[in-house]
Nanobody, 120 residues
Framework: QAQLVESGGGLVQAGGSLRLSCAAS????????MAWFRQAPGKEREFVAAINWSGGSSTTYGDSGKGRFTISRDNAKNTVYLQMNSLKPEDTAVYYC????????????WGQGTQVTVSS
C-alpha cells in the first residue's frame, strides 16, 4: 500500500494562485502514475490532471485545468504538485491526490483531500 497526503489548500481571492502538494509514502514502487481530482459540493468528482510516476514527465489535463494548472513531480521527494494560477470561484472544491496502481492500472490510492476556496 502507498499512502498519500495532500497539503497546500486554503482560501484565495479570484485571480490568485495556490500550489498543492501530495506526498507519497510506503510502497511507492506500486504507483504507476499520479493525478489530481476535485469535487465541489453537489457535483461529481472531476479529473484535473495526471502525470506518470517515473521516466519522462508525461502529463494529461482535464478541461478545467488546461492553460491554468500545471502538474509536476519531484521523485526525490516522492511528491507531486499542482500549481494553480488565475483561480476562479468555480475552482472551489476539495482536491484529492490519487495514485494509479501498477497492478490494476486503476486509481487505488487516495489522499484525504485538501479544501480550496476561491472568493470572488
Amino acid at each position: 500500500q502507498a499512502q498519500l497526503v495532500e497539503s497546500g489548500g486554503g482560501l484565495v481571492q479570484a485571480g490568485g494562485s495556490l500550489r498543492l502538494s501530495c506526498a507519497a509514502s510506503g510502497r511507492t514502487f506500486s504507483i504507476l502514475g499520479m493525478a489530481w481530482f476535485r469535487q465541489a459540493p453537489g457535483k461529481e468528482r472531476e479529473f484535473v490532471a495526471a502525470i506518470n510516476w517515473s521516466g519522462g514527465s508525461s502529463t494529461t489535463y482535464g478541461d478545467s485545468g488546461k492553460g491554468r494548472f500545471t502538474i509536476s513531480r519531484d521523485n526525490a521527494k516522492n511528491t507531486v504538485y499542482l500549481q494553480m494560477n488565475s483561480l476562479k470561484p468555480e475552482d472551489t472544491a476539495v482536491y484529492y491526490c490519487a495514485g494509479r496502481a501498477v497492478i490494476t492500472g486503476r486509481y487505488e490510492y487516495w489522499g484525504q483531500g485538501t479544501q480550496v476556496t476561491v472568493s470572488s
